[in-house]
C-alpha cells in the first residue's frame, strides 16, 4: 500500500542560531515546523561564540556595523526584531543579560545557556527536530517544496534555509546550503574568510611572535587606505591576528580574491599625535649613558626594539646622544607606518564568520523571501552579510531568523 506523504507547513533547513530562531518565530505563529539539521546536534558554533561566553549583541547598533553588497539591506529586518526585542526575546526564555561596554553576554557566563533556552522553547513548542539528516536536493515541484534526504523525501509548503556559510566548517557549516540554491536559480556573492587573521610577509614574524601591543592598523588596497582600526595587535608567527585585525579581514579577504595589492600600516604609537612622538624621542635620545636600544625600553615591547632600530638603520649599541634628527625621523616613521604586505587570510576554519553569500538583490527585504522561488526563505550568515565583531553577526542571525520565520507563517496564513 502507497504511504501517505507526511507535509509540514514549513521545513527549516540548519539548526544554528538562525535556524532555531526561525523555527520559534515561525510555531509561536501557529505554523507547524519541521528542523532538518544534518550535524548530531542543534546550535554547535554557539557553543564556540565569545569564547565560550557568547556576545549575543550589542547596543552600539547601526548599518555601519555590517557589510556585503548592500549593507542597507539589513535595515528593515533589524527594525522588525531590533536589539531591544533581541534582549526582551532572550530574558523572555531564560537569559539574564550582563552587559560591559555595550557588549551582551548571558550572566551565566556560558555559551551553551543560549543553545540550551533556545531548544528548550522550541521543545516547549513541540518543533521537531532531526538530527543527522543529509539532504541530497531540494527542489519545488509544483506547490510543494521537496526535500530528498538519507532517511527519505521530506515535503513542506514553505522551505526556510538557515544552512550558514563556510565559516568553522567543523560546526556543520560546510557551504552546502548554498548549492541547492545555486540550482534552484539563485545567485551567490563569492564567499571569502572574515573575521579572521592575515598572513603577512616578513622573516622577523618569527622574532616577534607572541606580542600584543595596542596599535592602530591602517588597510590599504590597490595603495588605497579602507580602514583603520585600534585595539590590541596579537603579531605571531605567520602574521597578525586580534580583534582590530579581524574587523579589517574581509575587506583584505575580498581584494587577495580579486588579486589585488593589500598592505598594512601599523601605528605602534596611535596614543601620540603626530609631532608627539618625534619629540618624545627626541628627548629620549638626549639621555647621557644609554644605547639607541635603552632609549626605547618602557615604550615598546622588548622584542619589538631590535626590529624597529634595523629597519631604521640604528645600531643597536650606539650611544642614545649620537643617533642622529635623521635617523629619528626614520625611527618615527617605522613606528608610525610600520609596513606589512599582507599575502593571505587564514581559512575557513578559523574565521569567525563569511562575507559573500545569496546575494540580497534577489531577496525581499522585508520578509526575506526569494524573489525568484515563491515560499522559499532565508536566514542568516548564508547572506550576503556579515557583521563587524562585537555581537553583530548573532544579531544579525537572530533578527533574520525572527523575520523569515514570522514572513514564512504569515504567507502559509494567507493562503489557507
Ligand atoms: C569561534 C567563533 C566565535 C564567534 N563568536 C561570536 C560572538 O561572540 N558574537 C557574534 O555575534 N558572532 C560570533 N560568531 C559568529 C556567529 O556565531 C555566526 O555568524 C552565527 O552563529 C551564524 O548563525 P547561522 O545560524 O546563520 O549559521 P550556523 O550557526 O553556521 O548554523 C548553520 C546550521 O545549519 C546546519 N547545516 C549546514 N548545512 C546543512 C545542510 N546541508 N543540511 C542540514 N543542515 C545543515 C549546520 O550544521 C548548522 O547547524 C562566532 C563564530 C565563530 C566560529
Not at 85 to 110: H, M, N, V, W
Not at 316 to 329: F, G, H, I, P, Y
Request: proline share 2%; glycine share 10%.
Amino acid at each position: 500500500m502507497k504511504q501517505k506523504r507526511k507535509i509540514s507547513e514549513i521545513i527549516v533547513v540548519g539548526a544554528g542560531a538562525a535556524g532555531m530562531t526561525a523555527a520559534i518565530f515561525a510555531a509561536r505563529a501557529g505554523a507547524d515546523v519541521l528542523v532538518l539539521e544534518h550535524m548530531e546536534t542543534a546550535g554547535k558554533k554557539i557553543l564556540a561564540t565569545g569564547n565560550g561566553k557568547c556576545n549575543y549583541t550589542n547596543s552600539r547598533q547601526g548599518v555601519e556595523n555590517y557589510y556585503g553588497d548592500d549593507p542597507a539591506f539589513v535595515l528593515q529586518i533589524m527594525e522588525r526584531f531590533s536589539f531591544t526585542d533581541t534582549l526582551s526575546f532572550f530574558e523572555e526564555i531564560g537569559i539574564y543579560p550582563r552587559e560591559k561596554d555595550g557588549y551582551y553576554y548571558p550572566a551565566s557566563g556560558q555559551a551553551s545557556s543560549v543553545r540550551e533556552v533556545l531548544l528548550t522553547e522550541l521543545g516547549r513548542l513541540d518543533v521537531k527536530i532531526i538530527y543527522n539528516c543529509a539532504i541530497r536536493s531540494i527542489e519545488k515541484q509544483n506547490d510543494l517544496f521537496c526535500l530528498e534526504t538519507k532517511s527519505g523525501n521530506f515535503y513542506s509548503k514553505a522551505c526556510l534555509m538557515a544552512t550558514g556559510g563556510c565559516a568553522a566548517k567543523k560546526t556543520g557549516s560546510d557551504g552546502s546550503g548554498f548549492l541547492y540554491l545555486k540550482k534552484m536559480g539563485h545567485h551567490v556573492i563569492p564567499v571569502v574568510p572574515a573575521l579572521v587573521q592575515l598572513q603577512g610577509k616578513g622573516a622577523f614574524f618569527k622574532e616577534i611572535a607572541g606580542i600584543r601591543a595596542e596599535a592602530m592598523i591602517k588597510l590599504y588596497i590597490d595603495d588605497h587606505p579602507i580602514l583603520a582600526e585600534r585595539g590590541e595587535l596579537q603579531l605571531t608567527d605567520f602574521g597578525i591576528s586580534g580583534i582590530p585585525v579581524f574587523q579589517l579581514s574581509r575587506f583584505a579577504a575580498r581584494a587577495l580574491n580579486e588579486s589585488k595589492k593589500v598592505y598594512v600600516q601599523i601605528d605602534f604609537s596611535p596614543e601620540l599625535a603626530k609631532e608627539e612622538l618625534r619629540e618624545l624621542l627626541i628627548r629620549r635620545y638626549n639621555r647621557e649613558g644609554i644605547s639607541a636600544n635603552q632609549a626605547l625600553v618602557g615604550m615598546y615591547n622588548r622584542k619589538l626594539i631590535p626590529l624597529f632600530l634595523r629597519l631604521a638603520d640604528i645600531e643597536e649599541t650606539v650611544e642614545a646622544a649620537k643617533v642622529s634628527r635623521k635617523q629619528l625621523s626614520r625611527l618615527v616613521k617605522v613606528i608610525r607606518e610600520f609596513h606589512v604586505d599582507i599575502t593571505g587570510t587564514k581559512k575557513f576554519d578559523a574565521a569567525q564568520t563569511t562575507a559573500g553569500g545569496v546575494d540580497t538583490t534577489e531577496i525581499n527585504n522585508a520578509t526575506l523571501e526569494s524573489r525568484l522561488v515563491s515560499g522559499l526563505y532565508f536566514a542568516g550568515e548564508m547572506i550576503d552579510i556579515d557583521g563587524r565583531c562585537g555581537g553583530y553577526n548573532l544579531q544579525w542571525a537572530w533578527s533574520s531568523g525572527c523575520v523569515a520565520g514570522r514572513s514564512a507563517a504569515e504567507k502559509i496564513r494567507e493562503k489557507i
